[in-house]
C-alpha cells in the first residue's frame, strides 16, 4: 500500500486529531482516515457510523455517500474524481447562465428539504457545540447531520450527486438552516458576489434572514472553538500577533509588491482605436487574489486589453466581471498564453488578455487572478506536459477512429459476401445442383 498523499489535522483538540492520506491498494486509490492519536480513535470509528446513518437518510434522493468501510488502520473510504457542484455552479456563472445557476441552487435546497423531516428541539448537545439557542419559531433538522454539505464536497455526475465528505455528522438536532447557512457563506466570494448583485439573492432563495444570518455566524464561531479546545491553528497565532494570514499567492504578491512587474494596464477600444489607458496596481484579497475594478462608463467601448503583468508568468485568470445597467456577468476572453488546465495559462511575454463583442453598455470591469513569475524555462514544463498529454489522448483518438474504419471494411465486406451468397443460392443451377446432390446422396445409401 503506497502512500501518495497525507494531511494531519492537528490544530484540534486531541479527540478529533486524524490522519488522511491517498494511498493506492489494489492498483487503485483509496482515502485511509486514521487517528494522529489515541484519543481519537472514536472519531475514527464515528466517520463510519456517519457513513451508514447518512445513507439510510438519504434514502429516496439523489443524495448519496461514497462508500466507506472499516479497516485495520482506521476507515477506508471510497476515492472519486469528478466535477464537484463547486466547480459546476462556478461554470455557470462565469457564462451568464444565472438561470441554470438559480435552478442548481434551487434543487440542492429542494433535496435539504426533503431530508429536513424532523422537527428541530434545542438539546445540551446542541449548544455545548453551537452555543445557546436564540432565535424563536419553529425549525426544522435531518435526523442526522452533516453540517459539511457544502458544495465542493457534492461530486455531481448527471443526477447522482455523491457526498465525500461527511466527517462531521451528527445526531443530535441541529436547525437545516444553519446548514444551508454555512454552504453560501463557504461559496459566496467577492466575484460571485458581483454577478450575482441583484439577480440572485442565495440567502434569500433559502428563507434565511438577517436575524439568523447573525445568530448563524455566531453558532459557526462556537462550533469551530469547540473542536480547537485550546489548539491554536497558525492562522489563528498569526492574527494573535497582528500578523497577516500568508498564502501561496498572496506570499508572491507581497514579494513583488514594489516592483513595477506588478504594474497592469487596461487599453479601451472603440471602433479600432485605443480611446484610454488605465494604468493599476491590483489590491490583494485575505485569500492572496490580486483584484482590481476600473470604471468605464461614458465610453461606447468595443474591445478591452488588460495586461495584468509585465513579464513572463503563469496566470490563473479566477472571473472577469462585467458590471453593465442590466446587471452583472462574466465576460468571455481570449489570451495570448498557453493554456495549461482550467482557466490557467503560461505567458512567455507580457499577458495579454483581450475582451471583445461588448454589446453591453459596460459600466465597469472587475477582475480576479492569482499571478507568479516564472522564467520561460520553467514555464516550458508545463506547456510541453500539456502537449504531450494531447498528443496522447489525439493519438488514442486516432487509433479508434483507425479501428472504426477497419471494422467499417469488414462489415462491408461481410456484407457484399452474404448478398454473393444468397444471389446463389436463389439461382436456379444452384437448385439443381442440389437435387442432383441429394440423387447422388440416395444412389450411394443404395435408395435408387
Known amino acids: 500500500m503506497d502512500v501518495i498523499y497525507s494531511k494531519y489535522s492537528n490544530d484540534r483538540a486531541k479527540e478529533y486529531q486524524i490522519r488522511t492520506d491517498i494511498v493506492v491498494k489494489d492498483n487503485r486509490k483509496v482515502v485511509v482516515k486514521r487517528p494522529a492519536c489515541e484519543e481519537a480513535r472514536g472519531h475514527i470509528k464515528k466517520i463510519y457510523k456517519n457513513y451508514c446513518d447518512l445513507s439510510n437518510c438519504f434514502k429516496g434522493t439523489n443524495l448519496t455517500c461514497n462508500v466507506a468501510t472499516l479497516c485495520e488502520e482506521g476507515v477506508e473510504i471510497e476515492f472519486l474524481r469528478g466535477i464537484t457542484l463547486e466547480e459546476q455552479l462556478d461554470g455557470l456563472l462565469n457564462n451568464g447562465r444565472l438561470d441554470e445557476f438559480k435552478k442548481s441552487f434551487q434543487r440542492y435546497l429542494d433535496v435539504f428539504g426533503k431530508i429536513s423531516n424532523?422537527?428541530?428541539?434545542?438539546?445540551?448537545?446542541?449548544?455545548?457545540?453551537?452555543?445557546?439557542?436564540?432565535?424563536?419559531?419553529?425549525?426544522?433538522?435531518?435526523?442526522?447531520?452533516?453540517?459539511?454539505?457544502?458544495?465542493?464536497?457534492?461530486?455531481?455526475?448527471?443526477?447522482?450527486?455523491?457526498?465525500?465528505?461527511?466527517?462531521?455528522?451528527?445526531?443530535?438536532?441541529?436547525?437545516?438552516?444553519?446548514?444551508?447557512?454555512?454552504?453560501?457563506?463557504?461559496?459566496?466570494?467577492?466575484?460571485?458576489?458581483?454577478?450575482?448583485?441583484?439577480?440572485?439573492?442565495?440567502?434569500?432563495?433559502?428563507?434565511?434572514?438577517?436575524?439568523?444570518?447573525?445568530?448563524?455566524?455566531?453558532?459557526?464561531?462556537?462550533?469551530?472553538?469547540?473542536?480547537?479546545?485550546?489548539?491554536?491553528?497558525?492562522?489563528?497565532?498569526?492574527?494573535?500577533?497582528?500578523?497577516?494570514?500568508?498564502?501561496?499567492?498572496?506570499?508572491?504578491?507581497?514579494?513583488?509588491?514594489?516592483?513595477?512587474?506588478?504594474?497592469?494596464?487596461?487599453?479601451?477600444?472603440?471602433?479600432?482605436?485605443?480611446?484610454?489607458?488605465?494604468?493599476?496596481?491590483?489590491?490583494?484579497?485575505?485569500?492572496?487574489?490580486?483584484?482590481?475594478?476600473?470604471?468605464?462608463?461614458?465610453?461606447?467601448?468595443?474591445?478591452?486589453?488588460?495586461?495584468?503583468?509585465?513579464?513572463?508568468?503563469?496566470?490563473?485568470?479566477?472571473?472577469?466581471?462585467?458590471?453593465?445597467?442590466?446587471?452583472?456577468?462574466?465576460?468571455?476572453?481570449?489570451?495570448?498564453?498557453?493554456?495549461?488546465?482550467?482557466?490557467?495559462?503560461?505567458?512567455?511575454?507580457?499577458?495579454?488578455?483581450?475582451?471583445?463583442?461588448?454589446?453591453?453598455?459596460?459600466?465597469?470591469?472587475?477582475?480576479e487572478y492569482d499571478v507568479k513569475y516564472e522564467r520561460p524555462k520553467e514555464l516550458m514544463k508545463n506547456v510541453l506536459w500539456e502537449e504531450h498529454f494531447v498528443n496522447i489522448i489525439e493519438e488514442q483518438y486516432n487509433q479508434i477512429i483507425g479501428l472504426h474504419e477497419e471494422k467499417k471494411i469488414i462489415e462491408e465486406e461481410f456484407s457484399r459476401c452474404q448478398n454473393s451468397l444468397e444471389q446463389i443460392t436463389n439461382s436456379k443451377s444452384w437448385r439443381m445442383i442440389e437435387k442432383i446432390r441429394k440423387i447422388k446422396s440416395k444412389i450411394i445409401r443404395g435408395k435408387v
Open 118 to 367: 424532523k422537527r428541530f428541539e434545542v438539546t445540551q448537545q446542541y449548544e455545548e457545540t453551537f452555543g445557546t439557542w436564540k432565535l424563536t419559531g419553529d425549525y426544522s433538522c435531518m435526523p442526522v447531520t452533516d453540517i459539511d454539505i457544502i458544495f465542493p464536497n457534492i461530486i455531481v455526475e448527471n443526477d447522482k450527486w455523491t457526498v465525500i465528505d461527511y466527517e462531521w455528522t451528527f445526531d443530535f438536532p441541529i436547525p437545516s438552516k444553519y446548514v444551508l447557512y454555512r454552504t453560501i457563506l463557504y461559496y459566496l466570494s467577492e466575484w460571485k458576489n458581483k454577478i450575482l448583485d441583484g439577480h440572485i439573492d442565495m440567502y434569500e432563495m433559502a428563507g434565511i434572514t438577517n436575524e439568523e444570518k447573525e445568530y448563524f455566524w455566531g453558532a459557526e464561531w462556537v462550533f469551530q472553538s469547540s473542536i480547537s479546545k485550546g489548539y491554536i491553528s497558525l492562522a489563528n497565532v498569526n492574527n494573535s500577533m497582528n500578523t497577516k494570514k500568508y498564502h501561496p499567492f498572496s506570499i508572491a504578491a507581497d514579494k513583488y509588491a514594489n516592483d513595477k512587474k506588478r504594474l497592469g494596464y487596461a487599453l479601451l477600444y472603440s471602433e479600432s482605436h485605443i480611446i484610454d489607458k488605465r494604468f493599476f496596481e491590483p489590491g490583494i484579497t485575505e485569500e492572496g487574489h490580486c483584484v482590481y475594478q476600473f470604471d468605464v462608463s461614458g465610453y461606447d467601448i468595443e474591445k478591452i486589453e488588460i495586461f495584468p503583468f509585465n513579464d513572463s508568468c503563469r496566470l490563473s485568470i479566477n472571473a472577469i466581471v462585467l458590471i453593465t445597467h442590466e446587471g452583472n456577468k462574466g465576460a468571455t476572453y481570449n489570451c495570448n498564453g498557453q493554456s495549461i488546465g482550467n482557466n490557467k495559462w503560461a505567458f512567455f511575454e507580457k499577458p495579454c488578455i483581450t475582451i471583445d463583442c461588448l454589446k453591453d453598455e459596460i459600466e465597469a470591469v472587475f477582475f
